[in-house]
């Protein structure tokens, strides 16, 4: 039997203590963005699902430098969890939306800081001109740089439903960009969109399975209040998973999912003061442990899939 650490699958977690030899931590960031789904360029409401935090609720204050924010953030797990070493994560909003001269300022920043081994930026894949390549390109000969393309699903109709606002062609050439730069890229999905079937989720699964992706990120849909969603759920449009379902079709992704792809998250907590629905993902290690022991009971780690690629 093949595992990752005692995990049936080769999570992010056994991924830094490969390469960096050590637990790492995230320190998530706000560097003040904004996004072309709410500036107006091409809308004003945002995603369906996205917060009026731009999924950075848990992210710094922008009103500190990027040094505060690290240091804050880090200095709590320096006495929670004896943490050393951290990944800048710039998580609110859009990223790489903003003057290049303006990025490189905050990403240097934070990638110059002692205790930073990698930068991690959370975008969109419409947003990467080449300029700002370049820069990235520029950053990675320090450090590690990953960028986090917002995918969510490679259905159209859901796509369109969930204002998007880029076509599938949009996310490969991205792809295609980041990784003639050598830079790593991980994909997130959303799983639980109205409308998705369990097929139509697996599709989206090994789709990426084609492309020239490190890494993943499985999130389970949220319902969060002040969403344009949350009205949706509310009017009875659909339903959240169960965590039972939930459970299942994650064992599922993870089964069809190339092993060589790191999977950085497989659930998610949303804020508890935003969180309407599904109440029992706020008890995200409840999940997790039920998690790993399902694998366990359906041999859900057993076969080639599961063979340990490092």
């Not at 945002?46 to 609720?57: E, K, L, N, R």
């Not at 320096?78 to 943490?83: F, L, Q, S």
């Not at 949303?270 to 969180?275: D, F, V």
């Amino acid at each position: 039997m093949n595992t990752w650490d005692g995990k049936p699958y080769y999570s992010f977690d056994y991924m830094l203590k490969q390469r960096f030899s050590q637990k790492v931590y995230k320190v998530a960031l706000n560097g003040g963005m904004t996004c072309p789904n709410r500036d107006g360029t091409l809308g004003s409401r945002g995603c369906i699902f996205c917060s009026a935090g731009g999924s950075g609720d848990f992210a710094g204050d922008k009103t500190q430098t990027i040094t505060q924010q690290i240091e804050e953030q880090a200095q709590r797990l320096r006495e929670k969890r004896n943490a050393q070493k951290f990944i800048a994560y710039f998580q609110a909003y859009t990223n790489t939306y903003a003057p290049v001269d303006d990025l490189e300022r905050i990403f240097t920043e934070a990638i110059r800081h002692p205790d930073i081994v990698a930068l991690s930026i959370g975008t969109r894949p419409d947003c990467l001109g080449n300029d700002v390549l370049d820069l990235l390109s520029q950053l990675n000969k320090e450090k590690p740089v990953w960028v986090e393309l917002g995918l969510q699903t490679i259905h159209e109709d859901t796509a369109h439903y969930i204002r998007r606002g880029y076509p599938l062609s949009c996310f490969e050439e991205a792809v295609t960009a980041l990784r003639e730069r050598n830079l790593e890229v991980i994909v997130h999905t959303i799983l639980g969109l109205p409308g998705e079937t369990h097929q139509d989720i697996l599709q989206t699964i090994q789709y990426l399975n084609t492309k020239d992706i490190q890494g993943i990120k499985l999130q389970l849909l949220h319902v969060l209040k002040g969403t344009d969603l949350a009205q949706d759920y509310l009017a009875g449009k659909f339903q959240v998973y169960t965590m039972e379902e939930y459970l299942n079709l994650v064992i599922d992704c993870i089964q069809h999912l190339s092993p060589d792809i790191v999977i950085h998250r497989l659930t998610g907590d949303g804020p508890k003061e935003l969180l309407i629905a599904p109440l029992w993902s706020s008890a995200k290690k409840t999940v997790l442990n039920t998690l790993h022991h399902q694998c366990k009971v359906r041999n859900a780690w057993q076969g080639k899939l599961f063979q340990n690629p490092v």
